[in-house]
């Protein structure tokens, strides 16, 4: 549970996310999907309610692992590299091991997104889609156990974006890592997809394969926001 200058933004949410499946947050802009995130994340805190990840307790109200020993990687539409890195140095950022090791990990994330030869270039003389595709490989190099993907491909054009979230699905899944993809539209969620978690108001309102809310929403609201999907 999360309040903001007394208003209750997220309330009472209850979300498990297995090894492997891509689940989405899925509600309209403003119901707290951004906020859920970054509490998992550990960048923001709870007021109230427990965080578990790979069955470890990283947070409660007294108690918090910091950010960046809870074993997530984050993924935002703002995907920002590093712009004074390379493409190789910005996937080895924070990556411990040593230096042979570091590099095995950077060449096998940059061939199988397809931007080997890339690994000397600076960011800026890559297209946006394949900036993106460097800021999925950076976020999986230190095999995260849970990738948080906020709203990642609302910045891609529509050209770029059907192939980009293909490839990134295909990728996430070699992976392993237990996915928490978020996003107001309901064709990203239906497309990518194992388990929908319907969220208004602060709190989820459905949750279950895209096939059963999709054909059955809980009510009124849930139908009219899915009404757009073809
Ligand atoms: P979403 O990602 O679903 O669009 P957010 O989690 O960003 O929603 O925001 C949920 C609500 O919480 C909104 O009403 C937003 O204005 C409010 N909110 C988010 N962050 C803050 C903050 N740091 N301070 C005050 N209010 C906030
Ligand atoms: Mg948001």
Known sequence: MRRFDGQTVVDHVSLQIAPGQVTCLLGPSG???STTLRMIAG??????????????????????????RRSIGLMFQDFALFPHLSVGENVSFGLKGGRSEKRATVERLLDRVGLRHYIDHYPHHLSGGEQQRVALARALAPQPKIMLMDEPFSGLDNRLRDGIRDETLDLLKEEGAAV???THEPEEAMRMADEIALMRDGRIVQQGAPYNIYNAPADRDAVAFFSDVN
């Open 31 to 33: 119901c707290g999907k």
């Open 43 to 68: 960048v923001d805190m709870q007021d109230e309610g427990t965080i578990h990840v790979d069955g470890k307790l990283v947070c409660d109200t007294v108690f918090r692992v910091p950010p960046e």
């Open 180 to 182: 928490l993809l978020v």
